[in-house]
């Protein structure tokens, strides 16, 4: 096989798509911004007096074995590189995507950071255990010795016979005397071994590019269910009021903290409402919730102001009897229930001193640091 040549893979069209997408959302580097040694974005560049950029690593490797440019073959010592600052800084105005793409990270950075990410990237391949260490050093090892066979004896082979090549390489009848000498069976050997390697490989490159996509399609399936409870909660929220203790001592010491529930709706295309918490300004021992009309994309649509029956209920993790139950009628002559012009009203609706915290601590009502309050808005 020519060193140049490449395998048949079998891939589906579909597969080569996806991988083709794939690849398409690295960010390739500019030529003047690429290494011609390892062909990747220049890190830590230099400059030589000849005039060609390398990252400093490369070239000073390449330069233990050579003693001259790899890329005009001129004479060169480590005397003739010099730091390249000015290309570090317009590389690092650039971004290019992490290359644990296919396996998800979506983020966004600069080349000179890729390295110190991939270190932190939750999406990294994980270390292998020491077995599959030594398994894949023998197949690197075998990858190697047979890529110099390669090229040595200069060997040729089509992809469409390797296609055909189902059982790879088998060993010489009993009954028949071996036509190859031991070299060239070890070689014939080294060769089917070597392009199981790169067949499997390329089944891993397309199983990652499937992992990847399914996590982005997980990723957008979770949100959409997000808001599809907000919307379809038919105006019955329950709201988890978490690290209460800490929200509650912040509102101490600045009275003008306020804490707000995410969005609810109380029907599909209905009114949209939030809760209001905070201590209240007549009495910082006492809590107070308020409701909140929101603005939606369907406002028009809707009767206003708003006119209904607003429940609130601070729920008891253990004893529901000893819950507290509060529920009131709109009142449409308040600026709280008419249509909105902002994301959210400025004026709310409830009770400025709906419970005491002693009581609410003293009475076990605070679980887990956190606090229940339940809201149900029925329109009429």
Known sequence: MASGELYNTGKSESALA???????AYSAPEARFEC???????????????????????????????????VDNIKLKKDDIFPDNFTRREISQQRTKC????????????????????????????ELPENEKLRCSFVNMLSQAYAKMSLNNNAAASSSTI?????????????????????????????????KIVFLEQKTREQDIIIANMSQQISSYNLSMTKLHQRYCNGCYLWYFNDFKNKINAMRENPHIMHYSPGFYTSVNGYKLCVRLNLSPKDNNYIAILIHVMKTEHDHTLDWPFSGRLTITVIH?????????????????LDAFKRPVQDL????????????????????????????????????
């Open 36 to 70: 011609p040694i390892c062909l990747a974005w220049l890190r830590d560049p230099v400059l030589t007096s000849c005039g060609h950029r390398f990252c400093r690593t490369c070239i000073y490797s390449w330069l233990e074995r050579e003693s001259a440019c790899p």
């Open 163 to 195: 296609a055909q090549q189902a059982n790879f390489w088998d060993p010489p009848a009993k009954h028949e005397s071996p036509s190859l000498s031991q070299d060239e069976n070890l070689q014939g050997l080294l060769r089917a071994l070597y392009e």
């Open 317 to 333: 993790p253990l004893q529901s009897f000893k819950s507290i139950k509060e529920t009131m009628m709109t009142r449409p002559e």
């Open 345 to 380: 009203n400025p004026k709310g609706f409830g009770y400025t001193e709906f419970a005491l915290l002693e009581e609410l601590i003293d009475q076990d009502f605070i679980h887990n640091n956190q606090l229940l309050i339940k809201v149900q808005a029925q329109p009429v």
């Open 18 to 24: 996806q991988e083709s997408s794939i690849n398409d």
């Open 99 to 126: 290359p644990n793409i296919v396996r998800g990270c979506l983020v966004e950075l600069s080349p000179l950071d890729v390295d110190s990410h991939l270190l932190v990237c939750e999406f990294k391949v994980p």
